[in-house]
């Protein structure tokens, strides 16, 4: 790492880290010989199956798709329900992958510390936040889309997933097993994991008729190849994301800052902190930047704050305003250092000397 600790460099935001092409190489080759690049070929196939033992749950049940935001627009789209509650807090594929499957949306706001949804609608859309987990909520009888995108470092097991509900995850460089760009779903019943299949071909089954309205959503075979590889990287990965959050406690515990709760509890690429009001905040990131530090608001002001979401129907919604005033994003990279911790640690006490205490 070529950081001489003088501020001559940036202390990025995230540094995502895929596996290399040495180490996917004997899977590009067995593609090649295949001559079989999409469409459910043999890579993709495995890795449902390899993420399905992994989760504990039926290999007929999981799903890969182009992306989580395909993802969570399949697992709406194939759902006859219209009206669904969605999190205002959360980052804008939510909200764009449930419109976009053409469904009406209502804002509903989230609880105070954990930020997750606050509702219990009969069809809701629920935001893991920030790659945290719980395990209660994949336990509903109601309809519910799980936006499990940045969680799949918890490696929860979903064997008691209810039969209406739907967990999908990214596989996205920035995420934990990133792989460039994919994602997959796990479905409660065999039967929706089949429609919803159907939906990433166009509505096909076995022939060329599209039996309902779909789209392209397919995951390459070149993508499943990297995610087969990460998979097999896996122990080392955890290991790095381990100290690397190791590291951020040592600059939370020196600067007295306290971390969202989720985002510590097992692998995660997020380190998002917390401030007692927007002033300090707002404080930190200049103070942050000063210091050559690159933090950012991952979700902006929320969903409700944004233009392209103008016309969805909203409730009141303080706890995703103080969320949205309150949080930010500091460097999480599983090769960060002791020197971009210190980095970091400073500019935290420089915002606490001036801000008065938090
Ligand atoms: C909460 C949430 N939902 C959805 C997505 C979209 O995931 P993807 O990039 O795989 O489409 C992300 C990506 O960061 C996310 O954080």
């Known amino acids: 790492m070529s950081d001489d600790g003088n501020r001559s460099t940036v202390v990025p935001l995230m540094r995502p880290r895929l ?38 749950v039926p290999a007929e049940t999981v799903i890969t798709a182009a ?43 989230v609880e105070e510390h954990s930020w997750w949804l606050e509702s219990s609608a009969p069809a809701r859309i629920v935001v893991a936040p920030f790659g945290s987990w719980r395990d209660d909520v994949i336990l509903s009888c109601d309809e519910v ?56 071909r166009h509505g096909f089954r076995d022939d060329r008729i599209a039996y309902t309205i779909g789209s392209n959503a397919k995951l390459s075979e070149h993508a499943a190849a990297y995610a087969h590889t990460a998979l097999d990287l896996w122990g080392q990965e955890r290991a790095e994301w381990d100290r690397a959050r190791g590291l951020a ?48 608001r991952w979700w902006a002001d929320g969903c409700h704050r944004m233009p392209g979401f103008e016309a969805v129907e909203r409730g009141d919604l303080p706890r995703s305003d103080r969320a949205a005033e309150t949080s930010l994003a500091l460097p999480m990279f599983r090769e960060i250092g002791e020197i971009e911790a210190h980095r970091i640690a400073d500019a935290l006490r420089q915002t606490r000397l001036l801000a008065g205490t938090w």
Do not use: C
Request: glycine share 12%; charged share 20%.
């Open 19 to 56: 596996p290399t092409a040495d180490q996917v190489l004997p899977r590009l080759r067995s593609i090649d010989a295949s001559g079989w690049y999409s469409n459910f070929g043999p890579q993709v196939r495995s890795l449902e199956a390899r993420l399905a033992e992994l989760l504990g």
């Open 145 to 200: 889309v799980v936006d499990a995108a940045a969680s799949l470092g918890a490696m929860p097991r979903l064997s008691g997933i209810g039969p209406r509900v739907t967990v999908v995850f990214s596989l996205g460089a920035t995420k934990v097993l990133g792989s460039g760009e994919g994602g997959f779903a796990v479905f409660g019943s065999a039967e929706r994991a089949e429609q919803f299949r159907e939906w990433t």
């Open 249 to 296: 406690r040592d600059v939370e515990h020196a600067t007295g800052l306290t971390s969202h709760p989720g985002v510590a509890a097992h692998p995660n690429p997020y380190w998002i902190v917390m401030f007692p009001d927007r002033g300090t905040r707002d404080l930190a990131e200049r103070t942050l930047a000063a210091h050559g530090v690159e933090t950012r």
């Open 67 to 109: 992306s989580a935001t395909r993802g969570l627009e399949g697992a709406l789209a194939i759902s006859g329900t219209h009206r669904w509650e969605v999190p205002a807090w959360t980052f804008a594929a939510t909200v764009g992958a449930a419109l976009g499957a053409g469904k009406q949306l209502r804002f509903v706001d």
